[in-house]
């Protein structure tokens, strides 16, 4: 007797859409909503979740509205005629909420699916050191060095006579090196670098890349 075996569906992932002149928090979120599906993270908020959210910024005038459906999120600035919920983060601590006003599933949903799981801090290094090889003047050598209580551990990576260090903890330099921090915030956090003033314009220009997708 022969027997059949039927192959599980091929799962379409959810596609992430923002504006072709996308403003930063518009990149920033559909960056951080890509991540969240390449890591296979709150896919049950991205693929079943509808409606919209508003995301205003709690220290600028930034704004954008996403809005879930059919399988697809859409990232896009200003606000639309109607809404669900608008919530107002501080995106300098990863997308923290400080007020919600609306549907209060939805907005937990998008909170939850924008607070991207911490990598471990060396892997985050060295996605980075791939994602920045194209920016101009790049550093040769990327060196982090991890510090806390269980001491000082320090990865390298590239070659050549041009090199560039970080120094924080694990959490500082995988927020960093994921593009959930901007370095200059890191820095006034106590991040530490060591490097010419060059290398820091292009390493601030490195951040943005993987902080913006630009």
Do not use: C, N
């Amino acid at each position: 007797m022969e027997t059949t075996t039927l192959a599980a569906p091929a799962v379409t992932p959810v596609r992430v859409t923002i504006d072709d002149d996308a403003t930063p928090i518009v990149r920033l979120i559909g960056r951080t909503l890509r991540d969240a599906v390449r890591l296979d993270h709150a896919t049950d908020v991205l693929e079943q979740t509808s409606g919209s959210v508003v995301v205003r910024s709690h220290s600028t005038p930034q704004v954008a509205t996403v809005t879930f459906g059919d399988g697809a999120v859409t990232v896009t600035g200003g606000v639309p005629v109607s809404t669900d919920v608008t919530i107002t983060v501080d995106l300098d601590t990863r997308f923290a909420i400080v007020t919600s006003v609306g549907d209060a599933q939805l907005a937990d949903g998008l909170a939850r699916a924008l607070r991207l799981p911490t990598p471990d801090w060396r892997d985050a290094a060295g996605r980075f050191f791939e994602l920045t090889r194209a920016v101009k003047g790049i550093p040769d050598v990327l060196v982090a060095v991890a510090t806390g209580p269980g001491g000082r551990e320090e990865v390298t990576f590239g070659t050549g006579a041009d090199t560039y260090r970080l120094v924080g903890t694990p959490d500082a330099l995988a927020g960093v090196f994921t593009g959930a921090d901007f370095l200059f915030t890191a820095l006034e956090r106590g991040l530490r670098v060591q490097g010419t003033l060059a290398q820091l314009s292009t390493m601030t220009a490195a951040s943005w890349k993987v902080r913006y997708d630009v």
